[in-house]
């Protein structure tokens, strides 16, 4: 997204992606009315993560979405929280303790060394045949890796061997993110 999105708009995309989970659990479904702010109206990749105490508990997003970014939110959101195959589906037990961030994405862009990952601006999408891995930017920073880990990871993440990066059939993308979350945004 070139633009950033204010404080009230991310207040907005979170308190969107609470309900969410929060009809679901209770088995509302969703009924959101259009939105008005023209940035919550752009068609933007995002990736919603749920942490309890500081674990993660679900991410899903999408890097390009044909739904306005308020729907988008809406739609990852109940993926990360029910659809997540790493994890079991959310209890409403849970949801108390459950903190959500949101990630808003750049668009993709395929590099050609990987002099241009900047460790804590960009996350890592990579693809080999039919394998796909992708780590958001604040990933690195929360474990402390520096970039070669960072691609390590990411590899082992998309089910490659650790070293696959270096291969030349390996395309390797970057993007940056506007991130946020409930304890960022009062």
Not at 26 to 47: T, V
Not at 148 to 154: D, G, I, P, R, S
């Amino acid at each position: 997204m070139e633009e950033e999105l204010s404080s009230a708009e991310q207040k907005i995309l979170l308190g969107i992606a609470r309900q969410a989970i929060e009809n679901e659990l209770s088995g509302k479904g969703s009924s959101l009315p259009p939105r008005e702010e023209r940035l919550l109206n752009f068609k933007n990749g995002c990736f919603v993560t749920l942490k309890n105490q500081q674990e993660l508990r679900g991410c899903i997003g999408n890097f390009q979405s044909s739904l306005p970014l308020f729907k988008e939110v809406e739609e990852m959101a109940v993926a990360a929280a029910f659809k997540d195959p790493r994890f079991y589906p959310l209890e409403v037990h849970e949801l108390k303790d459950i903190s959500i961030e949101i990630s808003v994405l750049s668009p993709l862009h395929k590099i050609v060394s990987i002099d241009e990952i900047e460790v804590g601006k960009h996350g890592i999408y990579l693809e080999k045949d039919f394998f796909r891995g992708v780590l958001l930017p604040q990933v690195a920073l929360e474990y402390h890796w520096d970039k070669e880990t960072f691609l390590l990871q990411t590899c082992l993440k998309a089910g490659l061997p650790a070293q696959a990066w270096q291969d030349g059939d390996t395309d390797i993308y970057i993007f940056s993110a506007q991130i946020f979350s409930e304890s960022t945004i009062a």
